[in-house]
């Protein structure tokens, strides 16, 4: 499978949409089309923290992702994901998205531990990335997402 990188952003910006590209810009994947998946994580699969997305191919392509993310006009946002991998890569993500950060962490974990029930895997690693951003003029997003390997034509 290749490499599933966690980034993540926060930005405020005019619009509520302004503020989503500002706070995609941050997290480096601003020129792609997004498409979101659920939140299982492919056999083979390296997860890895990266902040920032290296360049993942050109300019309007799809990337595949796993999405936590909130806007908000006014006060806290944040945003989070945790996942879960085997020795064999497969796992899975959990999303999560709110207003205080320690809630959006303990979602994050909570999901994560019931999803696991659920699955009959021996789970090796785990980890978790929680944002957080107040307000700055007009509207602010906090994301994180995790993004499979690198784009894909549309076209």
Do not use: C, K, Q
Request: net charge negative; charged share 25%; glycine share 12%.
């Amino acid at each position: 499978m290749g490499t599933i990188r966690v980034v993540w952003g926060t930005a405020s910006a005019p619009t509520e949409m302004s503020s989503y590209d500002a706070a995609l810009a941050e997290a480096g994947i601003e020129n792609y089309n997004l498409v979101s998946v659920s939140s299982v994580i492919p056999s083979g699969a390296h997860v890895e923290r990266v902040g920032t997305a290296p360049d993942l191919g050109p300019v309007g392509e799809r990337l595949t992702v796993v999405e936590g993310r909130v806007t908000v006009e006014e006060g806290p946002a944040a945003a989070g994901l945790a996942w879960a991998t085997t020795e064999e890569g497969t796992g899975l993500f959990y999303e999560a998205s709110g207003r205080e950060a320690e809630t959006v962490r303990e979602e994050v974990h909570d999901g994560l531990r019931v999803g696991m029930s659920l699955r009959d895997w021996e789970f090796v690693d785990e980890g978790r990335e929680v944002v957080e951003a107040d307000t700055g003029d007009g509207y602010t997003t906090a994301l994180v997402l995790a993004v499979y390997g690198r784009s894909t034509p549309l076209l």
